[in-house]
């Protein structure tokens, strides 16, 4: 009859091994079957009446008029763009400003490679006038 030894040691992990990610996947999947499960048992539960009110359009309590696929002016699109552009660029500045010592002139050369991307965005809005506002 042969005895096995348990060790008193702990089972290690190599900290960079896939094994830390088990939690989040467990939570990740939790939350999966609990979401699909909300919306599977309202979808049987909640109410079935069709009525012509439910099944009109509805934009902020307007009436809705004209076609949905007509032509959208250039100029929302523009400013979508601008939004962009300047939210991007307040993202990446802060944690430059934060560890530019640490960073160096490499650093400093990525974020001026950044500023030339940004300004060339920037300069294309204004060429296609989107910071008039005229209309």
């Known amino acids: 009859m042969y005895l ?9 992990h190599d900290p960079d091994s896939s094994f830390w990610y088990l939690p989040i996947a467990i ?4 939350a999966i079957i609990f979401v699909a499960g909300m919306m599977g048992v309202t979808h049987w539960l909640g ?3 069709n009525t012509s009110d439910k099944l009109e359009t509805f934009a902020s309590g307007i009436k809705s008029h004209g ?3 007509q032509p959208m002016a250039i100029k929302y699109f523009l400013v979508a763009i601008l939004f ?10 802060y944690p430059y400003a934060v560890n530019f010592k640490a ?7 990525a974020v001026l490679m950044f500023i030339a991307f940004f ?3 920037f300069i294309y809005i204004i060429k296609k006038g989107a910071l008039k506002w005229e209309d």
């Open 4 to 12: 096995l030894q348990v060790s008193n040691t702990a089972v290690t």
């Open 119 to 121: 300004l060339c965005g």
């Open 103 to 109: 960073l160096g002139w490499s650093g400093f050369g």
């Open 67 to 69: 076609d949905a696929r």
């Open 47 to 49: 109410p079935k009446r």
């Open 84 to 93: 962009v552009l300047f939210d991007v660029e307040v993202i990446f500045f």
């Open 27 to 30: 939570q990740l999947i939790f």
